[in-house]
């Protein structure tokens, strides 16, 4: 099978239900949205130490929850192609939430505001964390203003799934500076780089 089809070529794709759209389609910017959230999931996956096996099964956990809402939002309403698909229910946004609770359990608390970075697993998670929240404001735009979009996926359930999502990244980031005994980066107010005065 070829990667490549030409059918895109003229600037429409096809959804999961096979109904052909336009790429600039507001669904598309939604999926693709989770779509490049999963891929940067994947790339902070291969920078977590080898012997934080279980952080890598959590994150690869995501990635399939978020492929799922990806098929959910690029499936039309009352598609037959609805029943592959499972629900994305309350028992996730409770994973994210005990996973926030056990990470923050060992971080000290936030006394400032910080900037990404440190550890390069927590930078990628701080990238991340931006990707969920662009990716959140497209699907409840869609959700919101696209009279098509009714879901047999619970809509609120979406919504706060993505949300949650983003908070589990901002401690992720934290909690992988931790373990790789890297100090998160503190924002301090006026500095300048060393040296060099402003």
């Known amino acids: 099978m070829k990667v490549y089809t030409g059918g895109g070529d003229r600037g429409q794709t096809s959804l999961f239900s096979g109904e052909r759209v336009a790429k ?22 291969s920078a977590i130490p080898e012997e934080h096996f279980v ?11 978020l492929f799922h809402i990806g098929a959910w939002l690029a499936t039309t309403p009352g598609s037959a192609d609805t029943t592959a698909l499972y ?10 939430e005990t996973a926030i609770d056990r990470m923050e359990e060992e971080l000290d608390p936030l006394s400032s ?10 930078a990628t998670a701080h990238v ?10 497209r699907v409840v735009y869609l959700l919101d203003n696209i009279a098509d979009t009714h879901l047999p996926v619970s809509v609120e359930t979406l919504r706060i799934y993505l949300n949650r999502l983003s908070d589990y990244l901002f401690v992720f980031a ?8 890297v100090q998160d980066i503190t924002w301090k107010k006026d500095t300048s780089p060393r040296g060099i005065k402003l």
């Open 24 to 45: 600039s389609n507001d669904r598309i910017e939604a999926y693709g949205d989770v779509d490049e959230l999963n891929a940067v999931l994947g790339l902070l996956a």
């Open 55 to 65: 952080l890598v099964e959590e994150i690869h956990m995501v990635q399939s929850d």
């Open 87 to 96: 629900d994305i229910s309350e028992k996730k946004i409770a994973f994210l």
């Open 113 to 122: 505001f910080i900037l990404p970075g440190g550890h390069a697993a927590s």
């Open 128 to 137: 991340a964390r931006t990707v969920c929240r662009r990716a959140e404001r």
């Open 174 to 181: 934290r909690y992988c500076n931790l373990i790789s005994g």
